[in-house]
């Protein structure tokens, strides 16, 4: 006798899916991936980004399922991770648009600001880029995992499971994402001029 999932309760699959039954994750999927979608289109406006948003919000959900409280919905629940995966989305958009737009820094004494200490904010400023452009130039396996324990704060096992690999191999990449980005930083041609 097989268990019918489309009239089990968010609990009840929740518990399956700890309990690794894949069929619980795919009827949490089927349940919820067109809501989650359209709060993310919503959100960011462009359908092929919230496709995307859309998948990572699910990896992200199913690897913390472990973090999930049963005693609220998992309707929810997973609505949060997406709103929070938008917000990461948003501010990476900010990020590269400034960027783009960015004066260049010889000119910037020309523009007044309204920061207590423009010429702080224009050395934090020059860091920022320096470091965002020596981790361009890592590769995307290095970069990954870089940005997920260093930025995202996530763990070496939440790394790992996030992007299907071992938690041995997490450690290498992070240790080689650091050692060949303190050697981008360390060239004379990304040091800031002083």
């Known amino acids: 006798m097989s268990l019918d999932l489309s009239q089990c309760s968010d609990r009840d699959l929740v518990a399956l899916a700890r309990a690794s039954q894949q069929l619980a994750y795919r009827e949490l999927l089927r349940r919820y991936k067109a809501p989650v979608f359209r709060l993310i289109r919503s959100n960011i406006g462009d359908p092929d980004e919230a496709m995307d948003l859309t998948q990572e919000t699910f990896v992200a959900g199913f690897a913390a399922l472990g973090r999930y409280d049963p005693d609220r919905p998992f309707r929810i629940w997973i609505a949060r991770i997406a709103l929070n995966k938008c917000r990461d989305w948003a501010r990476r958009r900010t990020v590269r648009s400034f960027f783009a737009r960015a004066l260049p820094l010889e000119s910037a ?3 007044a600001g309204d920061g207590p200490a423009p010429d702080a904010e224009a050395a934090d400023r020059a860091e ?4 965002r452009a020596a981790m361009s130039r890592l590769a995307p396996n290095l970069r990954e995992v870089l940005v997920l324990r260093g930025v995202e704060e996530l763990t070496q096992a939440e790394t790992a499971e996030l992007l299907q690999i071992s938690e041995k191999t997490v450690e ?7 050692t060949k980005l303190k050697t981008f930083l360390d060239e004379p041609s990304t040091r800031a001029a002083g």
Do not use: F, G, K, P
């Not at 290498?172 to 650091?178: E, H, I, P, W």
């Open 128 to 131: 920022l880029a320096r470091v």
């Open 172 to 178: 290498t990449r992070l240790y080689r994402a650091r």
């Open 109 to 111: 004494h020309d523009v």
